[in-house]
């Protein structure tokens, strides 16, 4: 399978811990975008990453939530104390080398659940 | 910020039936992309039409891009129980494209 992998599918936390989500990009992309969804809402995009570089966290919270995609492995997208509302969809997607006009390719998500 | 809206919001249609889902956005864009989302399941890509184009086929979809009214309009044609999913339409605009602004989504049923 090519695609973008996301693990774990499903994740449960309590109140307080945190969670960390994992993203594979498709092979050879070094572009990789982190959104969020909520129930029957669309996507809302959270932070754009390139090798071991931010590019944009504009859509990220200020504080509980980094992201990372180091030079070797997944990208990560950290979200520390974790409250009732972290409580979504959370999408990862990779587009290729040039970025611009490119479609970007969506992992299946994972489903945070706070409890 | 920009938004995109999607209208309408569920659309439920027989079989065979050609399906109309529309999308409009508030600022400049440098494209439009359609994607489908089953439930569950992360987005699809299904057509991505620049802001240069007016009309895209792929298929049994068809495209349209009307940049003077911000307005964009997605066809399927002789749908299929298969098609039942959400539609959402994004938008990277001109500074920034890497980033996606995402409609609401259009619920789309097809029924046997």
């Known amino acids: 399978n090519a695609g973008v992998m996301q693990n774990p599918r499903h994740l449960v936390r309590r109140r307080g811990q945190e969670a960390r989500l994992r993203c594979s990009p498709v092979k050879g992309h070094s572009h990789v975008y982190w959104y969020r969804q909520l129930p029957e809402e669309g996507l809302k995009f959270m932070v754009y990453l390139q090798k071991e570089n931010i590019i944009d966290e504009s859509g990220m919270p200020k504080e509980r939530f980094s992201a990372e995609f180091p030079k070797e492995g997944p990208s990560i997208l950290r979200i520390q104390q974790v409250v009732r509302g972290d409580s979504a969809a959370y999408f990862c997607?990779?587009?290729?080398?040039?970025?611009?006009?490119?479609?970007?390719?969506f992992g299946d998500g994972t489903r945070l659940s706070i409890l | 910020s920009q938004q995109g809206e999607e209208d309408p919001q569920a659309l439920s249609i027989q079989e065979g039936e050609n399906a109309t889902m529309n999308c409009s956005y508030k600022?400049?864009?440098?494209?439009l992309q359609w994607y489908r989302q089953n439930s569950g399941r992360g987005l699809v890509h299904l057509i991505l039409?620049?802001?240069?184009?007016r009309e895209k086929h792929s298929g049994r979809l068809r495209v349209t891009l009307d940049t003077s009214k911000k307005s964009s309009s997605l066809l399927i044609t002789a749908s299929r129980a298969a098609d039942t999913a959400s539609y959402f339409c994004a938008t990277a605009v001109l500074q920034g494209a890497q980033k996606l602004v995402f409609g609401q989504g259009t619920r789309l049923t097809i029924n046997p």
């Open positions: 600022t400049s864009i440098n494209n």
């Open positions: 039409i620049r802001s240069n184009e």
């Open positions: 997607a990779s587009s290729a080398e040039t970025g611009n006009n490119q479609p970007q390719h």
